[in-house]
Nanobody, 121 residues
Framework: QVQLVEFGGGLVQAGGSLRLSCAVS????????MAWYRQAPGKQRELVAG???????DYADSVKGRFTISRDDAKRTVYLQMDGLKPEDTAVYYC???????????????WGQGTQVTVSS
């Protein structure tokens, strides 16, 4: 069974930093694009940052220059380094991975359980 397990959320003061990580467990054939999303109370889930299998990255305008997404395919892990955190970054952060479980199946979306990030002013 494929699972995504997240680590690294917490409480931090404005201007501080946090690093989120998300590891893929289980047997897979191919790990394609990975991404981080977030959802604040009363708001829709939004894309924060994405990274392709060839390390191309994309960021939401609100986090450009402050957040950095990276991946380590040997560890099947995606990271989100968050610097210069602001109170408006407070949300539950979810990792997403597009995975092929075997040669015969297509690509499916998998999600982590979510980790809370709270930024105090």
């Amino acid at each position: 069974q494929v699972q995504l397990v997240e680590f690294g959320g917490g409480l931090v003061q404005a201007g501080g930093s946090l690093r989120l990580s998300c590891a893929v467990s289980g047997t897979i054939f191919r790990l394609n694009a990975m991404a981080w999303y977030r959802q604040a109370p009363g708001k829709q889930r939004e894309l924060v940052a994405g990274i392709t299998s060839d390390d191309s990255t994309d960021y939401a305008d609100s986090v450009k220059g402050r957040f950095t997404i990276s991946r380590d395919d040997a560890k099947r892990t995606v990271y989100l380094q968050m610097d210069g955190l602001k109170p408006e970054d407070t949300a539950v952060y979810y990792c997403n991975a597009k995975i092929r479980r075997n040669y015969f199946t297509g690509e499916y979306d998998y999600w982590g359980q979510g980790t809370q990030v709270t930024v105090s002013s």
